[in-house]
């Protein structure tokens, strides 16, 4: 096979792995508000990590301090906008069955899918990226990324059931916002790969970094203080191993990538 049509092979391997953490729904016999309280924090984890730890920095190195702040607060507006116009109750009570109390734990589920949907889509796009240079690279980054997204469908199943009581409409969701990772691999390949510089690249990796801290404080760790039941210290817990799990995978695909570099 070509390296492109194997990088997209490659690239649906790694979006589809989302479907793993998803899967944690089915395993779920007793609705808990500290199983919620404790995935919103351990979500919140997984985001902080990637965007201050990966996301920012990388987009800094690439295009300079001042330029990856400034994306990286485009960002946070961006979203911000979206969450501040868009109508989401109307649009909410049109497409879901989610009772009223519910809507705002909806949301979060949304906007959680959202950020990690934008977020693999420059990931795709890196894995085609990496096979191009070599087979080796491909594999390897496929997997790491991989192991990195299965906390990520944790992140978007859980609130989504929580909110609607359906097992299999939250797995769907979390499908979707790991499907975006071959998608950007398609598009890679049919329309950026010509066209795609160092810049862009760096630049869209710290914008996507403010759309998911903002994500984080004013989404998953408001909803997250509502269904501790005071419990502060398993939102800590839940938001140092998220952390913990985030940064063990971050870790594994630079090392992989370091070895294979040279």
Avoid: Q, W
């Amino acid at each position: 096979m070509d390296p492109v049509s194997t990088g997209l092979i490659l690239a649906f391997f790694a979006g589809l792995s989302t479907v793993i953490g998803s899967a944690v729904v089915f395993f779920i016999k007793e609705m808990k508000n500290s199983y919620l309280a404790f995935s919103l924090a351990f979500s919140t984890g997984v985001m902080i990590t990637v965007s201050f730890i990966e996301l920012l920095p990388e987009g800094i190195k690439t295009i300079g301090y001042a330029n990856g702040l400034i994306a990286f607060f485009i960002g946070a507006i961006f979203v911000f906008l979206i969450d501040y116009f868009v109508p989401h109750e109307y649009i909410m009570e049109k497409v879901t069955k989610v009772k009223k109390e519910d809507k705002k734990l909806m949301k979060t589920g949304l906007f959680v899918a959202l950020g990690l949907a934008i977020h693999n889509f420059p990931e795709g796009f890196a894995v085609l990226a990496g096979n191009l240079k070599s087979i080796e690279l491909g594999i390897t980054m496929a997997i790491a990324i991989a192991i990195h997204n299965i906390p990520e469908g944790i992140a978007v199943s859980i609130p989504v059931y929580f909110a609607t009581k359906k097992k299999r409409e939250a797995f769907f969701i979390s499908f979707l916002s790991g499907i975006a990772e071959p998608i950007g691999a398609i598009i890679g390949a049919l329309i950026l790969l010509p066209f795609l510089s160092a810049a862009v690249i760096g630049a869209s990796l710290a914008f996507v970094a403010g759309i998911m801290v903002y994500i984080c404080f004013d989404e998953l760790l408001p909803t997250a203080m509502n269904y501790c039941n005071g419990n502060s210290h398993l939102m800590t817990f839940g938001f140092l191993f998220g952390s913990i799990v985030m940064g063990i995978t971050l870790v594994l695909l630079n090392c992989s990538v370091e070895i294979l570099y040279k």
